[in-house]
Antibody, heavy 118, light 113 residues
């Protein structure tokens, strides 16, 4: 079974840091580009980061550029997100998503909640 | 960035009746490779989104044939031929033609009347 499982979410103060992980199983993780997508409370979906297979290319949305870092460890079938200088507006459910053929988001994790609050 | 605009933002539908959601992009979604990377996703309450349709009209694995997609260029439509109870939730269109960034529509909430 193809599966993505996020972990690492929680409550953090503004200005703080948090590291999210996403464990992949059931597919050849190293061959896929991976993304992070978030959803604020009661809001829509926001893509904000991508990493290619082989970690050759990384992209970020302007909203997180310079604060968040995406990385992967193909030996551990894992995707990571280092989040620094967190703001109230970063409060959201964070999803790990696999990029499939035709730029599809066909595999999603269950999400992990990050709450930024004092 | 390409802006995706969905209409309507909410939909109240009787069980067994059809439903239709429109999505308009601020620029053509035809890629230089000739493909159009327009997808539709469905999110049930408390669940992650799941892919329904990709490349305008191709149904993803396991998606019932009551879901269909159509359109071209900048105008796209998702149709449900006969709404069932499990179809409630929020529907999103998404473009992957001009990335980064991938962009989503605002979402359309479907409820049963």
């Amino acid at each position: 079974e193809v599966r993505l499982v996020e972990s690492g979410g929680g409550l953090v103060q503004p200005g703080g840091s948090l590291r999210l992980s996403c464990a992949a199983s059931g597919f050849a993780f190293s061959t896929y580009g991976m993304n992070w997508v978030r959803q604020g409370p009661g809001k829509g979906l926001e893509w904000f980061s991508y990493i290619s297979s082989g970690s050759v290319i990384m992209y970020y949305a302007d909203s997180v550029k310079g604060r968040f870092t995406i990385s992967r460890d193909d030996g551990k079938n894992s995707l990571y997100l280092q989040m620094n200088s967190l703001r109230d507006e970063d409060t959201a459910v964070y999803y790990c998503v696999r990029t499939g053929s035709y730029s599809t988001f066909g595999v999603w994790g269950q999400g992990t909640l990050v709450t930024v609050s004092s | 960035d390409i802006v995706m605009t969905q209409t309507p933002l909410s939909l109240l539908v009787t069980l067994g009746q059809p439903a239709s959601i429109s999505c308009r992009s601020s620029q053509s979604l035809v890629h230089s490779d000739g493909n159009t990377y327009l997808s539709w996703l469905h999110q049930r309450p408390g669940q992650p989104p799941r892919l329904l349709i990709y490349q305008i009209s191709d149904r993803f694995s396991g998606v019932p044939d009551r879901f269909s997609g159509s359109g071209a260029g900048t105008d796209f439509t998702l149709k449900i031929s006969r709404v069932e109870a499990e179809d409630v939730g929020v529907y999103y269109c998404m473009q992957g033609t001009q990335f980064p960034p991938y962009t989503f529509g605002q979402g359309t909430k479907l409820e049963i009347k």
